[in-house]
């Protein structure tokens, strides 16, 4: 992306993210925020439970890495001018601006358009840019986890009430990823062609395309599927389900088709005379007796410790994976090995911040960035490289249309 200009009027983690990610890819991202108070989400104090340190924190960094900000008003006129001035030079203009917010601010796609004819224009929404709620705001909390169907999914239906969202901004990052390969569409089909194009991706829409397969069964069928309660084994598939060790861990076993791995996965579990066994040496007789090899299963892997599992079924032919924490996935070897985890530079000048590198990787290079910027830290530095001279800044700042 060396040479692409996106502009970004947006807040919070959904549409940021895309930004971040398209950073990462080397575009030069100008994320536009508030002069005062800078992006809202700048202000969270508080991340699922958890005290936030305001110096280092991971609902900005996360988001926001490698942008430049840049300080504007966009409700003044002197703040829109130099929004349709940087407009002019960009390719892309991102924001998850509400469309009354977009119209009374003078950014929607008319006015960014009468700026710049040819630049790409993405949205990011709650329910989408069309239909009766398309001015009805929301979080990945609500459009993405709650109305999507995607919680009452992960939600065991023994429960008796609706589990909460555990990560903070989940559908918010999907999301962003989505936008980002739109635009990489969008950018690719104006070299070819040389039409721009609009970009709208929804909470909503990127719930369900996470979920699409079940989501399709259920229109197919009228039936939805649901998480499992610890220790269920819901399937005619023994190697399919979650079990617990002895020192209280879970190992998952998800040996989708058992044809050929009957054997290797019986003799790893420590149970060889069950390979022999007519009621599971084959697949029909397993799926019959689905219930009576889960039981021998689940007796074998409670015997001993989670790490011995870990280790030991490294050698399985078969799939499976321990069950871990986010925090656990910071020092696996695997996630370290694939460059998962990129170390920039911390705005308190402490040790480096620890952010997640996207999921695409290019020639198997580790991702460099930079911090997230600090809010509206390259107001002058940008202006000036659009040829804006000294007593227009100190005017402008004067007025508080920039900072």
Aim: net charge negative; charged share 20%; hydrophobic share 40%.
């Amino acid at each position: 992306m060396e040479g692409v200009r996106v502009l970004e009027v947006a807040q919070f983690t959904f549409v940021p993210a895309a930004g971040a990610i398209l950073a990462d890819w080397g575009a030069d991202v100008i994320k536009v925020e508030h002069p005062v108070r800078g992006d809202t989400q700048r202000g969270f104090i508080n991340m699922g439970g958890f005290q936030l340190d305001p110096e280092r924190h991971p609902l900005i960094e996360h988001p926001n890495r490698g942008k430049r900000s840049v300080g504007i008003d966009v409700s003044t006129p002197g703040g829109q001018e130099i929004l349709y001035e940087i407009a002019k030079t960009a390719d892309v203009f991102l924001t998850n601006y509400m469309p009354a917010q977009r119209q009374k601010n003078k950014f929607d796609v008319e006015h960014i358009r009468a700026a710049n004819p040819n630049i790409i224009y993405a949205r990011g929404s709650a329910y989408g840019d069309k239909g009766a709620e398309r001015d009805t705001g929301g979080f990945d909390g609500t459009a993405f986890w709650t109305r999507s169907g995607v919680g009452h999914a992960l939600t065991p239906e023994e429960i008796g009430g609706a589990l909460s969202q555990g990560i903070p901004a989940f559908g918010d990052s999907i999301g962003g990823m989505n936008i980002a390969g739109g635009i990489s569409a969008a950018l690719f089909h104006r070299e070819r062609t040389g039409e721009t194009a609009e970009i709208d991706v929804s909470l909503l829409s990127t719930a369900w395309w996470a979920a699409g397969a079940s989501v399709t069964q259920g229109m197919e069928t009228g039936q939805t599927m649901r998480s499992l309660m610890p220790g269920a084994v819901g399937s005619v598939n023994p190697f399919m389900a979650n079990y617990l060790t002895s020192d209280g861990g879970t190992i998952n076993l998800c040996i989708v088709s058992p044809t050929g791995y009957i054997r290797d996965a019986f003799e790893h579990l420590g149970l060889p005379e069950a390979a022999d066994d007519p009621r599971f040496s084959e697949v029909m007789p397993l799926i019959e007796n689905a219930d009576a090899a889960a039981a021998l299963i689940t007796e074998a892997i409670a015997g001993k410790p989670f790490e011995y599992w870990r280790q030991h079924l490294k050698t399985m032919r078969g799939q499976w994976a321990p069950f871990q924490s986010l925090l656990d996935l910071s020092t696996d070897e695997q996630a370290i090995a694939n460059d998962m985890v990129v170390e920039v530079e911390a705005g308190d000048g402490g040790d480096p911040f620890k952010v997640v590198r996207g999921p695409v990787q290019f020639n198997h290079e580790p991702l460099e960035t930079t911090r997230a910027p600090q809010a509206s830290e390259h107001t002058e530095l940008v202006l000036m490289e659009l040829g804006v001279d000294w007593d227009r800044i100190a005017e402008l700042k004067e007025a508080g249309a920039i900072a």
